[in-house]
């Protein structure tokens, strides 16, 4: 292994041990608070949340709009990681100036952030997986997507769930339904939901929106952003017979 290869192979042993460690007393404490917090929330809010994330589900499954970036083959994986990072750099700004915009809007802009954020995170993962070679015109791999979405953005169970997935990935990708709208997009919507609501809440406050705007997607994108480096470096190098046990 090289010396950068190595390096990677460290940082994933953290990650995998980080998605695989059982969920904590904390977790367990803020999960709880989440649900109480979720009965409080103006069922408004909550409509829009879920319309927004499951058309945009349904847009990764069955759309085109967002496969406008082809595979980049014969790359070493530096080469590829320094153009994943500079997209994720460019995204992350992207995201807190938009959140800090809705976010100074009050409470009809920041409801527009929900649907705003979630299609720069939909568009980074598919220049994410193109970067690292992988082509999202196969429906299997935008439920990869949707699956690293998961791990970002979901409770310590369900990543485990999910986590296990990815890991055998060429085998469970054979046992994928050709017909994707078996897809459990209100599980991927309710984890999701449950995920952002407290720090997105937030943001719909009066004089602190914009703040709060910039910081959380700042933040999320980041987090999304590294659990897709090491979800695609992970297959990546066991395809290329370079990850060692």
Do not use: C
């Not at 980080?18 to 917090?37: D, E």
């Not at 499954?61 to 595979?71: E, K, T, V, Y």
């Not at 015109?137 to 990543?159: G, T």
């Not at 991927?188 to 602190?208: C, H, N, S, T, W």
Request: aromatic content about 10%; proline content about 4%; charged content about 20%.
């Amino acid at each position: 292994m090289t010396p950068y290869q190595d390096t990677v192979r460290t940082e994933l042993v953290r990650w995998q041990q980080a998605m695989q460690k059982p969920p904590s007393a904390l977790g367990r404490l803020s999960t709880s608070v989440q649900r109480r917090i979720n009965r409080i929330i103006p069922r408004r809010i909550h409509q829009v949340i879920t319309a927004t994330i499951k058309q945009m589900t349904r847009a990764v499954l069955f759309g085109a709009d967002l496969l406008n970036r082809l595979p980049e083959p014969g790359l070493t994986l530096p080469q590829r990681e320094a153009k994943v990072v500079s997209r994720i750099n460019f995204y992350r700004k992207a995201s807190a100036a938009e959140g800090g915009v809705t976010g100074a809007g009050g409470l009809l802009l920041g409801l527009a952030d929900f649907p705003l954020l979630l299609g720069l995170k939909m568009k980074l993962l598919f220049e994410i997986a193109a970067l690292y070679g992988y082509s999202s015109r196969d429906y299997r791999e935008r439920v990869y997507i949707l699956y690293v979405f998961q791990l970002a953005f979901s409770s310590q169970e369900r990543r485990q769930a999910v986590y296990e997935f990815i890991t055998d990935w060429p085998e469970h990708s054979r046992q994928l339904p050709d017909d994707i709208n078996q897809f459990d997009w209100l599980t991927f919507q309710q984890e999701y939901r449950d995920y952002i609501d407290l720090v997105k809440m937030a943001q719909l406050i009066p004089g602190i929106g914009a703040a709060v705007g910039i910081v959380a997607n700042y933040q999320l994108v980041s987090q999304l952003g590294r659990t897709a480096m090491n979800a695609y470096r992970t297959r990546w190098l066991q395809e290329n017979k370079l990850l060692l046990s």
